[in-house]
């Protein structure tokens, strides 16, 4: 199947850098990819949708400047959380759809950030 | 109202079970419907899914769809202790802009 490479799998940070994630489809290209957000015992939360070549759409209530998405080629999207605060803290997860009609995401393996 | 609804458990059976997990949904609109396992830090990955109503078996797994009550169901037969995983629902109108269920944590004990 589609395989979707996440990168890193954990990162800890101080508060007031940023940090980039990476999302990469290994196998197939992906124009659309999406980032969601996941807290401990709950689901994922679609952040924004990224798309190739294009800006990115962000759902209601994320903040665009705070969580920059860049999907420069078609197998590489990243997001960029900048000046991170421990309310950050979060598991963030990619995916993409493969592209061939096969029904459903594939997703990274999710980076968990600790901002301390 | 959320657009799916799921018991987020924890559900613990005994090995062997039959475990039955349940979503509902609010949108009629919803065509594709999907199970993802995931297992403790992550990423979820396809379990099973169906397209519109009705039943899909894989082995030990079967998805039921009714539409005309928006409920989604997955059961596990002869459940395992490697079925231990938290299990989400999501459903599409397109197969692009997913929406997922909470997930139920689920244990299997040996």
């Known amino acids: 199947g589609a395989v979707v490479s996440q990168h890193p799998s954990r990162v800890i940070c101080k508060s007031g850098t940023s940090v980039k994630i990476e999302c990469r489809s290994l196998?197939?290209?992906?124009?659309?990819m999406f980032w969601y957000r996941q807290f401990p015992k709950q689901s994922l939360m679609l952040m924004a949708t990224s798309n190739e070549g294009s800006k990115a759409t962000y759902e209601q209530g994320v903040e665009k400047d705070k969580f920059l998405i860049n999907h420069a080629s078609l197998t590489l999207s990243t997001l960029t959380v900048t000046s991170a605060h421990p309310e950050d803290s979060s598991f963030y997860i990619c995916?993409?759809?493969?592209?061939?009609?096969?029904?459903?995401?594939?997703f990274g393996q999710g980076t968990r950030l600790t901002v301390v | 109202q959320k657009e799916v609804e799921q018991d987020p458990g924890p559900l613990s059976v005994p090995e062997g079970a039959i475990v039955s997990l349940n979503c509902t949904y609010s949108n009629s609109a919803f065509q594709y419907f999907m199970w993802y396992r995931q297992y403790s830090r992550k990423g979820p990955e396809l379990l099973m899914y169906t397209y519109s109503s009705g039943n899909k078996e894989d082995g030990r797994f079967t998805a039921q769809v009714d539409k005309s009550s928006k409920y989604i169901s997955l059961f596990i037969r002869d459940s395992q202790p490697s079925d231990s995983a938290t299990y989400l629902c999501?459903?599409?109108?397109?197969?692009?802009?997913?929406?997922f269920g909470a997930g139920t944590r689920l244990t299997v004990k040996p």
């Open positions: 995916s993409a759809n493969s592209g061939t009609g096969a029904v459903g995401a594939f």
């Open positions: 999501a459903t599409s109108y397109n197969n692009n802009d997913m929406r």
């Open positions: 196998d197939f290209q992906a124009t659309t």
